[in-house]
């Protein structure tokens, strides 16, 4: 098979020499012409015939100009090749300044998102903090009778600025998070009693809305290596959001399962809405809702799954997300079990 295989020649790199030959004056056009018809003569034969040998047969040149005028196309080409290897390092060099600017543009303009983020979000705190006071001193009748109309009012405005609350809360702490600021005490922590308060705490609003909030664990699974206040908050946000895009009638099911001898699985499952397999990534991305409809339907700030995954990933732990359109979605993630 390598028989039929033509031997390399220099000619053989060289594209359109005859014209090259041409313009030097070596040959005229016609005889250019003539070699190239009869190295098709040879070829249509059956040979490996090169213009070069037919203008050696032809006695239009000799060996030795031959091999001068290839040698001559080599250097030109490999000149040419040179030059467009530097103008190709000179224009990615460019490029890559370019993108190195912008990439630190990117990155101090994230930073200034978050320093504004985090200043705004404590200077609204500390009047949130007095309108609770006040909100609290009127409800109790401390500053005086009210009728129950009056105490209805009340309750609301003290539901809404604690859900004020929460939602700052949340921005100080996507602010510390964005700045790597966001600190994690870990220590030994009862799992199942954090899960516990968090259904606990969320059963108010599930009722609210109809939907069953359901704790399964057994009574052996162990301790875990974790921060309680950020893990509890972590919970409460898969809770937060079961209840929120769960339908009446539906549950949401809080599991804990040991795998193995070194950890526990933590999963949240609901019966809601569910999320398009192909956007499921995008619930992780921070002041991201799936369309402009969900943050006026059902609320929030599109903030809460990116703190979770960040502060599951800072226990060195990864979250995992599956979901089906109209049946529901689990997450889940592990923690490294602690034992006596």
Do not use: C
Request: glycine letters at 6%; a negative charge; zero cysteines.
């Amino acid at each position: 098979m390598s028989q039929n295989i033509p031997k390399l020649t220099p000619e053989m790199l060289i594209p359109r020499m005859g014209e090259y030959i041409v313009q030097k004056g070596l040959i005229t056009e016609d005889q250019l012409q003539k070699a190239l018809a009869y190295q098709q003569e040879r070829i249509d034969k059956g040979d490996h015939y090169l213009l070069g040998q037919a203008l050696i047969d032809l006695n239009m040149l000799d060996s030795d100009m031959l091999n001068q005028v290839v040698t001559e196309q080599i250097i030109q080409l490999r000149t040419a090749l040179q030059s467009s290897n530097y103008n190709l390092e000179q224009r990615v060099k460019e490029r890559t300044a370019e993108l190195n600017s912008a990439l630190q543009r990117l990155s101090e303009l994230n930073q200034m998102k978050a320093n504004f983020v985090s200043n705004i979000s404590h200077e609204l705190r500390t009047p949130l903090t007095h309108v609770k006071g006040y909100l609290e001193l009127l409800i109790t009748e401390s500053l005086g009778n009210i009728s129950e109309e009056q105490r209805h009012a009340l309750r609301v405005t003290q539901r809404a600025t604690t859900k004020l609350e929460s939602i700052i809360e949340d921005l100080i702490m996507f602010s510390l998070a964005s700045r790597g600021e966001m600190s994690m005490k870990l220590d030994k922590v009862d799992i199942r009693r954090v899960v516990t308060l968090a259904a606990k705490s969320a059963s108010t609003k599930a009722e609210e809305r109809g939907v069953q909030v359901l704790v399964s664990a057994l009574d052996t699974i162990p301790a875990v290596q974790a921060d309680s206040e950020k893990i509890g908050w972590v919970i409460n946000q898969f809770l937060d959001n079961g209840i929120k895009f769960t339908p009446s009638g539906g549950s949401v099911v809080i599991s804990l399962k040991e795998e193995g001898h070194n950890l526990v699985l933590v999963s949240v499952t609901d019966t809601g809405i569910g999320i398009p397999s192909n956007r499921l990534k995008e619930i992780f991305e921070p002041f991201h809702q799936l369309d402009g409809s969900s943050t006026r339907h059902y609320g929030g700030t599109g903030l809460g799954l990116s703190l979770v995954r960040q502060i599951v990933e800072a226990h060195g732990s990864l979250l995992d997300a599956q979901s089906v359109e109209g049946k529901g979605t689990t997450f889940k993630f592990p923690l490294l079990a602690v034992r006596d």
